[in-house]
């Protein structure tokens, strides 16, 4: 695979260089023993700045000087010095999980809020996926068709079910839709459309029809998943920006239940399976 410029100093980052530090570093690799006029060419970090880093990475042993004019530098083993950034951050990252945890069962004090708010897809769906992993009993979805978030989650909604769960998740399908015969999500996802009352002797009134309408509004390109009726993460996505989307987790007593009772009821009068 041909990595990007970018993603190397992207990558350098996430292992804790800083931006000119992974500059750097990056144009060391890339150009083997070097100058710091080839480095300040290649990675555009300035003299000043090349001479801390390289004096810095000297002395922790990340790189080898060769004396003479001009002075060369060069990694001194790239694979060792990857492989140790990686283990270093493994191992923070191990003792912030062991802090955190500690602080977590110290802390005595209740949460006095019952709902909380992410901002933007991504944190809504890596938010959906922990709320899934962390369920005990049931977890109850709906969503639409187009939305993404069911089936993005459906292995760990298979994995739920593997180990015991009740699970049940309903994607809901416009009349006008047409479900592909090749989809597939682990056999986990039921698909319905709304019920043609035309052909039937029960007649949608005003107010059914207002519930219908919000209901096929709210599962349209959003997601509503509930856990162990306990919580409640409500996800608002009107399909086009990304960044305003917004998921809502609800735990105020009593509310998740009511909230998957209505959907239920709901799925059962005014919606068939299909």
Known sequence: MKVTLTSMIRNLEKLGLKT??????????RLGPSGVSDIHSFSSVPRNKIYEILGRLAESGVVEVQPGRPLLYRVSNPEKIVTDLVEEYARAGEEIKGTVKELESNRKEVDPAYAWVVKGREAARRRLADLIYSAVKEIFMIGGLHSGYIT?????????????LITRAVCMVSPMETI????????????????????GSREMDRRDMEIMHGFRDTAGYGCVAIIDEAMAFNIVDEGRYPEKVTGILIRAPGAPRIQKGTIE???????RKL
């Open 180 to 199: 592909s015969p090749d989809i597939s999500v682990n056999g986990m996802v039921e698909y319905r459309t709304i019920r043609d009352f035309s052909k």
């Open 152 to 164: 993005q989650v459906s292995s760990s909604l298979k994995a739920a079910r593997d180990r015991g």
């Open 20 to 29: 000119n530090e992974a500059k750097v570093l990056d144009a060391l690799f």
């Open 265 to 271: 009821r709901i799925l059962s009068l005014y919606t």
